[in-house]
């Protein structure tokens, strides 16, 4: 089994910044794409920005240039800085792994717990 835990969530101002980490733990060989997710209240849970194993990055269109996602693959850990927060910004943020626990199983997507992110203006 694995494990994503989240830390890094809480009340901001608009325009401030805030950093998640998510970090993995358990059976794990290998990590591949690892990315942020988000849901406001009444909306779908989108995705915020993404990552592959070997560095290559993706953004939603609203948080291109204020977010940056990274990792470290040495500690099985995904951050996303995130600056100039808007109000629109606020929901809850989970983590997404998607993890091969052995070297001969198939790949299987994780989610953490969640974190909230309060932006208030």
């Known amino acids: 089994q694995v494990q994503l835990v989240e830390s890094g969530g809480g009340l901001v101002q608009a325009g401030g910044s805030l950093r998640l980490s998510c970090a993995a733990s358990g059976s794990i060989f290998r990590i591949d794409d690892m990315g942020w997710y988000r849901q406001a209240p009444g909306k779908q849970r989108e995705l915020v920005a993404h990552?592959?194993?070997?560095?290559?990055?993706n953004y939603a269109d609203s948080v291109k240039g204020r977010f940056t996602i990274s990792r470290d693959n040495a500690k099985n850990t995904v951050y996303l800085q995130m600056n100039s927060l808007k109000p629109e910004d606020t929901a809850v943020y989970y983590c997404?792994?998607?993890?091969?626990?052995?070297?001969?199983?198939?790949?299987?997507?994780?989610w953490g717990q969640g974190t909230q992110v309060t932006v208030s203006s």
């Open positions: 997404n792994a998607v993890v091969r626990p052995t070297r001969y199983s198939g790949s299987v997507a994780y």
């Open positions: 990552i592959t194993s070997e560095g290559s990055t």
